[in-house]
């Protein structure tokens, strides 16, 4: 299997798809503006405390007030308290952990209410964004996580992933990181630090150990709270961190700030295969250019087809998520009708494991399965969903069918699951039912080039059209686009769009912003 990684950088939002075998099976997008995201830490203060939760909420600056509960305070939360107060009482000189106070551990059934109180300043780490109508979820158990490492201030274990079997690797990576680890740290060894030596494993560290130190500083400065002190890394060095195996044959970019910052990070980690990045610098849309756009458009929405005819219906309610398994206008096999169960029920089990880890679905998902009456045949089922769940790294238990035919999945859920609306308001006519006449597009198209170049003086620039539209207008010996560079000069580039809907368009300078050229047009 054979892996790809595209990414999209637009000047308001970044998409990251990864393909297996030219097939879509992760999909990642967020905005370009600060937003909360899984491991930042702010430097916060406690707003409310709720003694019926044992748990306390936390203003870190967003809507909603973030959720602590006594138990993510974690053992050694006084020792961080204790370490906070010596680093505010002096903002010249930044004091040493080394020198910290370690505190007796936190007890496991104590309350929030006699250890902490409402304004009191604490560190927190954010481990769930904020879902549907609750806020983001908050431990006090900072983490610092690298490719091969996670470093866990004021925690003095060395543990290692329990991913690697062989005993007496465990021990020899146990060795090596107390030799190496500083007083007052502790560490997680994680799978792919298998077989990896002190040079790489202490570079590593090295780095970590200084987001540590930038972290406290920003604090040891903070002049207003809440404050975010410590940024995780960007989405696509974060999910390259968690996915880079040796299988990459390639990851496209096509942003030079985003290309430079991905060639960096594989050349920390992976010298070796450096050349696999590549800046995308082609005319057409990258995820047109790899056939994404496609996928992305019929992957999502309520509806999925998948081989012969059969599909899923996905329904996402507040509790959990119901999947419905349905044959559609397949022809019956010939071996009859448990057979044809067995093969659309298997299809349908390929193509929910790639759903899952598509729209990062996560909490319950209730499978409705078509009926089998043979044992075997459920049992077959349950192990061909096992195995296509094993290249999901979320955290996930699935139990058997059920005896109403329900297969039970539990997946971990860290952030809101992806939705890609495929259903939208039409930009043609603005939802009013009504457009003008097609025949006249290519005029408008003429009168808002004409606008730009004569009265905005925009000499250069792209016109992304649909592609059946960009096809008309390059047709012919003398193409209707050659006449517009013939009367308007050749600054014009006429782009084919997948994204577009048909009579859309979009204009763009040179460096890629968009120019506003819409206007909505009232049908009578």
């Given at each position: 299997m054979t892996s790809e990684l595209v990414v999209d950088v637009q000047p308001k939002e970044i998409s990251i798809a990864l393909m297996e075998d030219k097939k879509l099976v992760e999909f990642q997008k967020e905005g370009r503006e600060p937003s909360f995201s899984v491991g930042n830490i702010y430097f916060g203060r406690i707003k409310k405390l709720m003694p019926g939760l044992n748990a306390c909420f936390v203003d870190v600056g967003f809507g909603k007030d973030a959720f602590l509960h006594y138990l993510d305070l974690g053992p050694q939360f006084r020792s961080y308290q204790k370490y906070l107060k010596q680093v505010l009482?002096?903002?010249?000189?930044?004091?040493?952990?080394?020198?910290?106070?370690?505190?007796?551990?936190?007890?496991?059934?104590?309350?929030?209410?006699?250890?902490?109180?409402?304004?009191?300043?604490?560190?927190?780490?954010?481990?769930?964004?904020?879902?549907?109508?609750?806020?983001?979820?908050?431990?006090?158990?900072?983490?610092?996580?690298?490719?091969?490492?996670?470093?866990?201030?004021?925690?003095?274990?060395?543990s290692v992933s329990s991913k690697i079997k062989s005993s007496e690797e465990r021990i020899r990576l146990k060795q090596l990181m107390r030799s190496i680890l500083p007083k007052h740290f502790g560490v997680i060894v994680r799978t792919v630090a298998e077989g990896k030596h002190v040079p790489e494993l202490h570079a590593e560290l090295m780095v970590l150990l200084k987001h540590w130190e930038e972290t406290i500083t920003k604090v040891q400065k903070a002049t207003s709270l809440p404050k975010l002190v410590y940024e995780e890394t960007?989405?696509?060095?974060?999910?390259?961190?968690?996915?880079?195996?040796?299988?990459?044959?390639?990851?496209?970019?096509?942003?030079?700030?985003?290309?430079?910052?991905?060639?960096?990070?594989?050349?920390?980690?992976?010298?070796?295969?450096?050349?696999?990045?590549?800046?995308?610098?082609?005319?057409?849309?990258?995820?047109?250019?790899?056939?994404?756009?496609?996928?992305?458009?019929?992957?999502?929405?309520?509806?999925?087809?998948?081989?012969?005819?059969?599909?899923?219906?996905?329904?996402?309610?507040?509790?959990?998520?119901?999947?419905?398994?349905?044959?559609?206008?397949?022809?019956?096999?010939?071996?009859?009708?448990?057979?044809?169960?067995?093969?659309?029920?298997?299809?349908?089990?390929?193509?929910?494991?790639?759903?899952?880890?598509?729209?990062?679905?996560?909490?319950?998902?209730?499978?409705?399965?078509?009926?089998?009456?043979?044992?075997?045949?459920?049992?077959?089922?349950?192990?061909?969903?096992?195995?296509?769940?094993?290249?999901?790294?979320?955290?996930?238990?699935?139990?058997?069918?059920?005896?109403?035919?329900?297969?039970?999945?539990?997946?971990?859920?860290?952030?809101?699951?992806?939705?890609?609306?495929?259903?939208?308001?039409?930009?043609?006519?603005?939802?009013?039912?009504?457009?003008?006449?097609?025949?006249?597009?290519?005029?408008?198209?003429?009168?808002?080039?004409?606008?730009?170049?004569?009265?905005?003086?925009?000499?250069?620039?792209?016109?992304?059209?649909?592609?059946?539209?960009a096809a008309y207008v390059n047709q012919g010996f003398i193409s209707l686009k050659r006449k517009w560079q013939m009367k308007f000069g050749f600054g014009i580039k006429v782009i084919p769009n997948q994204k577009l809907a048909l009579l859309q368009y979009e204009f763009y300078d040179m460096n890629g912003e968009e120019i506003d050229m819409k206007e909505e047009i009232e049908i009578k």
């Amino acid at each position: 299997m054979t892996s790809e990684l595209v990414v999209d950088v637009q000047p308001k939002e970044i998409s990251i798809a990864l393909m297996e075998d030219k097939k879509l099976v992760e999909f990642q997008k967020e905005g370009r503006e600060p937003s909360f995201s899984v491991g930042n830490i702010y430097f916060g203060r406690i707003k409310k405390l709720m003694p019926g939760l044992n748990a306390c909420f936390v203003d870190v600056g967003f809507g909603k007030d973030a959720f602590l509960h006594y138990l993510d305070l974690g053992p050694q939360f006084r020792s961080y308290q204790k370490y906070l107060k010596q680093v505010l009482s002096d903002k010249k000189k930044l004091y040493p952990i080394e020198k910290a106070t370690v505190m007796p551990d936190m007890e496991k059934d104590g309350t929030v209410a006699t250890n902490l109180q409402v304004g009191q300043e604490v560190m927190v780490q954010v481990v769930k964004e904020p879902i549907s109508t609750k806020g983001p979820r908050l431990t006090c158990e900072l983490s610092f996580a690298g490719r091969y490492l996670v470093l866990i201030p004021f925690n003095e274990k060395v543990s290692v992933s329990s991913k690697i079997k062989s005993s007496e690797e465990r021990i020899r990576l146990k060795q090596l990181m107390r030799s190496i680890l500083p007083k007052h740290f502790g560490v997680i060894v994680r799978t792919v630090a298998e077989g990896k030596h002190v040079p790489e494993l202490h570079a590593e560290l090295m780095v970590l150990l200084k987001h540590w130190e930038e972290t406290i500083t920003k604090v040891q400065k903070a002049t207003s709270l809440p404050k975010l002190v410590y940024e995780e890394t960007s989405r696509t060095v974060g999910l390259l961190r968690d996915l880079f195996n040796p299988s990459y044959e390639n990851i496209y970019v096509n942003d030079e700030t985003v290309f430079n910052e991905v060639k960096d990070y594989v050349t920390l980690i992976a010298p070796d295969r450096v050349d696999i990045v590549k800046q995308y610098k082609g005319e057409l849309p990258i995820f047109d250019n790899f056939a994404i756009t496609k996928q992305i458009k019929s992957s999502f929405g309520k509806t999925i087809s998948y081989k012969h005819g059969a599909y899923l219906i996905i329904e996402h309610t507040e509790a959990l998520h119901v999947v419905d398994v349905n044959s559609g206008n397949r022809s019956k096999s010939e071996n009859g009708q448990e057979a044809n169960a067995l093969d659309v029920n298997l299809g349908a089990a390929d193509e929910l494991a790639r759903q899952l880890r598509l729209r990062d679905m996560g909490g319950i998902i209730v499978v409705d399965f078509i009926d089998m009456n043979l044992a075997e045949n459920r049992q077959k089922l349950y192990e061909r969903m096992c195995q296509n769940m094993q290249q999901d790294r979320a955290k996930h238990n699935i139990l058997p069918l059920s005896k109403f035919g329900l297969m039970q999945i539990t997946r971990q859920r860290v952030r809101p699951a992806m939705s890609v609306n495929t259903a939208e308001v039409c930009p043609v006519c603005f939802g009013k039912g009504s457009i003008q006449p097609s025949i006249l597009f290519t005029d408008t198209l003429e009168s808002k080039i004409d606008y730009l170049v004569n009265k905005l003086e925009v000499k250069k620039f792209k016109l992304h059209i649909h592609p059946y539209v960009a096809a008309y207008v390059n047709q012919g010996f003398i193409s209707l686009k050659r006449k517009w560079q013939m009367k308007f000069g050749f600054g014009i580039k006429v782009i084919p769009n997948q994204k577009l809907a048909l009579l859309q368009y979009e204009f763009y300078d040179m460096n890629g912003e968009e120019i506003d050229m819409k206007e909505e047009i009232e049908i009578k």
